[in-house]
């Protein structure tokens, strides 16, 4: 079992729609969530991150984690093309404060908006 | 204010060469993390370093190699490249302390092994 499992898609919605991307894991020693955006042919760009349990919201994003279920989602509302990429959610361990450790990432999930 | 550039964009090689890919972190930042992306295994941590020294691994053989200077740019080299090396190499920059959590990544190198 991977200790992150993403479905790779690829989801197609209408423009206007709201999407659910999701993401379980098994190491329950991950205290750290994130959601990052990759277009074609570039690097992931950070979209936001959670520590533990509860939401998050930064304009049309909400990230959404459940520790109890080892379960955290990342809803979009009012879907645009522009929002078309790859996005993957990411997670790590406590943090030890001096740098950034090693994240394990979701393989990725296909997102099209049809305009 | 620069984001993260990696050079050189696209690299192609054959199989028993060695390879040295370069990374320019974000001004200001001191911690800078490799991970390479393939379509079967997708995005996989190398390594981490902060203030030149090695703070983290990932499972890599010790084929897989980096540094990373006084001024925070890194490089990382593969040796004896086999064709399972080919793959989006990505590097990420981030600050110390609690901002580390924020990484940010640069385009890639994209590796060919033939």
Known sequence: ?115 | KAGVTQTPRYLIKTRGQQVTLSCSPISGHRSVSWYQQTPGQGLQFLFEYFSETQRNKGNFPGRFSGRQFSNSRSEMNVSTLELGDSALYLCASSLAGTSGLEQFFGPGTRLTVL
Not at chain 1, 21 to 31: R, V
Request: hydrophobic share 30%.
């Open chain 1, 1 to 115: 079992q991977k200790e992150v499992e993403q479905d790779p898609g690829p989801l197609s919605v209408p423009e206007g729609a709201i999407v659910s991307l999701n993401c379980t894991y098994s190491n329950s020693a991950f205290q750290y969530f994130m959601w990052y955006r990759q277009y074609s042919r570039k690097g992931p760009e950070l979209l936001m991150y959670t520590y533990s349990s509860g939401n998050k919201e930064d304009g049309r994003f909400t990230a959404q984690v459940d520790k109890s279920s080892k379960y955290i989602s990342l809803f979009i509302r009012d879907s645009q093309p522009s929002d078309s990429a790859t996005y993957l959610c990411a997670m790590r361990q406590g943090y030890s404060g001096g740098g950034a450790d090693g994240l394990t990432f979701g393989k990725g999930t296909h997102l099209i908006i049809q305009p």
